[in-house]
């Protein structure tokens, strides 16, 4: 099995389609009413909106997607959303959603891109010419286009030489906004020494300790010295941040507490997780459980993994008490994502309960993205519950339009996935 992949993997074109990609990856998350603006942020991008690029760096937790998604309703200019994931290292892929992305909010955007997609053979300096050139063809008022997560792709050379070209032709109408835990491994200098460069670091995002302490004591009546607010600006790692941008009341015993409790050895983000998994009824902590296993939900998928019909009021109440979950519109659905940090946090914490219960919800998102004609998803999942015969099954019914599709990188990837002796 894996050698037949890999080698019609090889051989397949690169005409990629559409039918195949998400539209949340290219849909503005929704902004919760009661998430805290930071607008000295805001207004730096705002200020630096002159530059090619403007670069959010910082790791998981210290509110760069919060940060993005609250210019993103604050400007006037128009702003393109690529949220990028694994997948995309694949030149192919990250072009059809990048082209797409732009294509959302300027629809006549796309005519040589889309045709260097039809013709197959990519390279990073045609993809950059061909975006160039439809910038110029089609987009002549200014607009952002933000790449958030884009760590996930920085380990790609060619989607790295494409982030290169392109800001080296870049229109002056065209603006890049790129966040991720790690900087772009591009020509930064050379774009420093020209002044189209612009950033900010952990140092900007992070809360200082006047932050914290007037935070605390405006929003949860919590007054703390200004040392232990500097001692929780210094330990947060970030993670932090997901409590003091949010107003709600719940966070007020645990922040307490916090400034309390913990042992130095436990990290914090750690300490808040397990703080606010506890806090929670044994019903909706083992919601939080299911619901954290795929790396997004709807209720529907939420009720095939419980088994159960009540899944939409669940999200709601997850929702509704501010558990680090983002709800994001896309063609008139509704798709819920934890942060990262909780997400990871959940999944780590039902494996080691119950490995097996673990697996077997991975095998009922494989069965619900089976259905529903999401073959990628399917085979992610089976692939995480050892349920090989049925990725195998997957795998076959859809290869020849993904190797149509120029999802090359995805086939050897699940060929590589697959044991041996499958």
């Known amino acids: 099995m894996d050698e037949s992949l890999a080698l019609s993997a090889q051989q397949s074109g690169d005409n990629v389609d559409e039918r195949f990609l998400i539209p949340t990856k290219i849909t503005i998350p929704h902004r919760s009413s009661e998430v805290l603006?930071?607008?000295?942020?805001?207004?730096?991008?705002?200020?630096?909106?002159?530059?090619?690029?403007?670069?959010?760096?910082?790791?998981?937790?210290?509110?760069?997607?919060?940060?993005?998604?609250?210019?993103?309703?604050?400007?006037?200019?128009?702003?393109?959303?690529?949220?990028?994931d694994e997948g995309d290292r694949d030149l192919t892929v990250f072009l059809a959603y990048f082209t797409a992305s732009l294509r959302r909010r300027f629809p006549s955007f796309g005519r040589q891109t889309r045709q260097l997609l039809e013709q197959g053979t990519i390279t990073p300096r045609g993809a950059a010419g061909a975006v160039v050139a439809d910038i110029v063809e089609s987009i002549p008022d200014y607009f952002a286009c933000i790449l958030?997560?884009?760590h996930l792709v920085n380990d790609s050379p060619e989607i790295v030489q494409f982030l290169d070209r392109l800001l080296h032709y870049l229109p002056e109408q065209a603006h890049l906004i790129v966040a991720g835990r790690s900087l772009p491994r591009a020509s930064l200098i050379r774009l420093a020494a020209r002044?189209?460069?612009?950033?900010?670091?952990?140092?900007?995002?992070?809360?200082?300790?006047?932050?914290?302490?007037?935070?605390?004591?405006?929003?949860?009546?919590?007054?703390?010295?200004?040392?232990?607010?500097?001692?929780?600006?210094?330990?947060?790692?970030?993670?932090?941040?997901?409590?003091?941008?949010?107003?709600?009341?719940?966070?007020?015993?645990?922040?307490?507490?916090?400034?309390?409790?913990?042992?130095?050895?436990?990290?914090l983000y750690e300490y808040l997780a397990g703080e606010v998994y506890a806090q929670q009824s044994p019903e909706m902590r083992d919601f939080l459980l299911a619901s954290a296993v795929p790396r997004q939900v709807t209720a529907a998928l939420c009720d095939h993994l419980r088994q159960a019909e009540d899944s939409q009021q669940w999200l709601d109440l997850v929702e509704g008490r501010n558990l680090f979950l983002t709800r994001i519109e896309?063609?008139?659905?509704?798709?819920?994502r934890y942060h990262n940090l909780f997400q990871s946090f959940l999944r780590n914490r039902f494996q080691q309960e119950s490995p097996t219960r673990f697996r077997e919800m991975h095998r009922r998102a494989g069965e619900w993205f089976e259905e529903q004609g999401h073959p990628e998803e399917a085979v992610e999942h089976y692939l995480a519950a050892a349920a090989y015969e049925e990725a195998v099954r997957v795998i076959e019914a859809c290869v020849q339009d993904f190797f149509t599709a120029g999802r090359t990188g995805t086939i050897l990837a699940w060929a590589e996935a697959l044991p041996p002796a499958v």
């Open 330 to 336: 896309a063609e008139g659905e509704v798709w819920y």
């Open 195 to 267: 002044r189209e460069v612009a950033g900010l670091g952990p140092n900007d995002l992070r809360f200082t300790a006047e932050e914290v302490q007037d935070l605390l004591a405006t929003y949860y009546r919590i007054p703390v010295s200004l040392e232990q607010a500097a001692q929780l600006a210094e330990e947060s790692e970030g993670w932090i941040t997901g409590i003091l941008l949010t107003t709600h009341t719940m966070w007020q015993g645990l922040l307490a507490s916090l400034l309390q409790g913990r042992s130095a050895s436990v990290p």
């Open 148 to 150: 958030d997560d884009w």
């Open 37 to 84: 603006r930071r607008q000295r942020l805001v207004d730096f991008i705002h200020e630096h909106l002159d530059r090619k690029l403007i670069i959010v760096s910082a790791p998981a937790g210290y509110g760069k997607t919060t940060l993005l998604v609250d210019f993103s309703t604050d400007t006037e200019i128009p702003v393109c959303w690529y949220t990028l």
